[in-house]
């Protein structure tokens, strides 16, 4: 019994542990003072776009490696190490100012907003604020 609940514990740990974790997308930010586009090919990565006027800073985005290969374990972790040194060598250059991965944000719905009221429900102080209103051409009358 006492197994199980270690075994339990240890799961809903890891759990927790990796739902917590910041998850990056595939894209950077850059930000350099001489050309990005033989920078971005030196270190295989594909320019999106600049989007500043003086086109220092570029969004750009890794490779799409999806056909190296489709099945293996190991794969994933061969992409990373090679997004990894290819980080490093960007980061060590000397007319990077700015190289940045983004996160993925998560989206939530927001909570349900209730209709406006009819005015048979309103109390007599909201029907009369309400005339005010209507008065003073703050509000306007719809059937």
Known sequence: MKKILTILFLLTCTLIKTARADQYSKHWILKTNEDAHKLAEQNNFRIIRSFTLDNQNYHIAQP???????????????????????????????????????KILKRTKRDYVAPPQSVSTLSEHQKELAKQQLQQGLLTYSS
């Open 64 to 102: 799409d490696y999806h056909r190296l290969k489709r099945s293996t374990d190991d794969s994933h972790e061969h992409l990373d190490d090679l997004i990894k040194q290819s980080e490093k060598r960007i980061l060590s250059d000397p007319s990077v100012s700015l190289f940045e991965r983004e």
